[in-house]
Structure formats: structure tokens, C-alpha cells
Nanobody, 124 residues
Framework: QVQLVESGGGLVQAGDSLRLSCAASGRTSSMYSVGWFRQAPGKEREFVANIRLRSAYPQYRDSVKGRFTIARDNAKNTVSLQMYSLKPEDTALYYC?????????????????WGQGTQVTVSS
């Protein structure tokens, strides 16, 4: 089992920045990659970004490319999501999740462990 705890969410204005963090504990040796997802009210949860823990290879959804940066610190078992130039449409509950093998990173069904989420609210 892997336990995940997200932090760093909050209420900000459009154009501001936030840094989310995902701390993993437990059987962290089973982790292959970590993804960030988000779910806005009334909408389905969507893929935001993913990073492979060995290679640090990142992937992003198109709408956050150039504004969000995902990074990992394997020594601390943490993955961060630095978000710049936030927009009201970025408002959502953000989750981190763990994939234990080399599956399609955007497929939510391939993620085995999930955190409880951290709220990000961007006002206009």
C-alpha cells in the first residue's frame, strides 16, 4: 500500500502561482510514476500531469503546458506541481495518484493509489 497526502492548495487570484505537493509513504518502491488529476464542480476528473520517477519524464495536458511544472524528489518521496499564471478555469480539487507500471499515463484507471485531494480556487 502507498499512502498519499496532498498539500499546498488555496485561494488565489488569476495570474498568481501555487505549488502543490504530494507526499508518499508506505510501499514507495512499487511506484513507477505519479500523476496529478483535477476535478471541477460538475465536471469529470481530468488528467493534468504525470512524471516517471526514474527518468523524470513529464507529461502535461495541453491547457497547462507552459504554465505548470511537475517535479519529483525521490529521496523525499514527494512530487510537486508548480502552477503559474493560474486561471479561473484551473479551479478544482487536485489529486495525486500513483501508477505502479508503465501504463498510459492519462488513463485514470491505471492509477492504483489516490490521495484525498487539495482544493485550488482561482478568482477572477
Amino acid at each position: 500500500q502507498v499512502q498519499l497526502v496532498e498539500s499546498g492548495g488555496g485561494l488565489v487570484q488569476a495570474g498568481d502561482s501555487l505549488r502543490l505537493s504530494c507526499a508518499a509513504s508506505g510501499r514507495t518502491s512499487s511506484m513507477y510514476s505519479v500523476g496529478w488529476f483535477r476535478q471541477a464542480p460538475g465536471k469529470e476528473r481530468e488528467f493534468v500531469a504525470n512524471i516517471r520517477l526514474r527518468s523524470a519524464y513529464p507529461q502535461y495536458r495541453d491547457s497547462v503546458k507552459g504554465r505548470f511544472t511537475i517535479a519529483r524528489d525521490n529521496a523525499k518521496n514527494t512530487v510537486s506541481l508548480q502552477m503559474y499564471s493560474l486561471k479561473p478555469e484551473d479551479t478544482a480539487l487536485y489529486y495525486c495518484a500513483v501508477m505502479t507500471g508503465p501504463w498510459e499515463e492519462t488513463d485514470q484507471g491505471k492509477y492504483v493509489y489516490w490521495g484525498q485531494g487539495t482544493q485550488v480556487t482561482v478568482s477572477s
